[in-house]
């Protein structure tokens, strides 16, 4: 299983970004999947994560403003980050399972 993540960039406080994770592979479809953040210097975070029956969890940081989707046909996690923020800047990360995918950077910075 590889997962390929990609959407990052740069966007301005208040702007959008959404985030893909692209499997390849056996991917179960009851495995957990979610988005984790690592800022400079501090420890990787959990964003949100997604379980087979669509239930949906959250940091009380980014609650309101990023949305956490899948597509199961096409074994692909979605991040939509609304209103992006400083404390947003991070390299993000998806999981599905025990499978990392390699990170991709957001900075939010005007």
């Known amino acids: 299983v590889q997962l390929q993540a990609s959407g990052g960039g740069l966007a301005q406080p208040g702007g959008s970004l959404r985030l893909s994770c692209a499997g390849s592979g056996s991917i179960s479809t009851f495995d957990v999947r979610g988005w984790y953040r690592q800022a400079p210097g501090e420890q990787r975070e959990l964003v949100s994560s997604i379980t087979w029956i669509g239930t949906e969890t959250y940091a009380d940081s980014v609650k309101g403003r990023f949305f956490i989707s899948r597509d199961n046909a096409k074994n692909t996690l979605y991040l939509q980050m609304n209103n992006l923020k400083p404390e947003d800047t991070a390299v993000y990360y998806c999981?599905?399972?025990?499978?990392w995918g390699q990170g991709t950077l957001v900075t939010v910075s005007s």
């Open positions: 999981k599905i399972g025990s499978i």
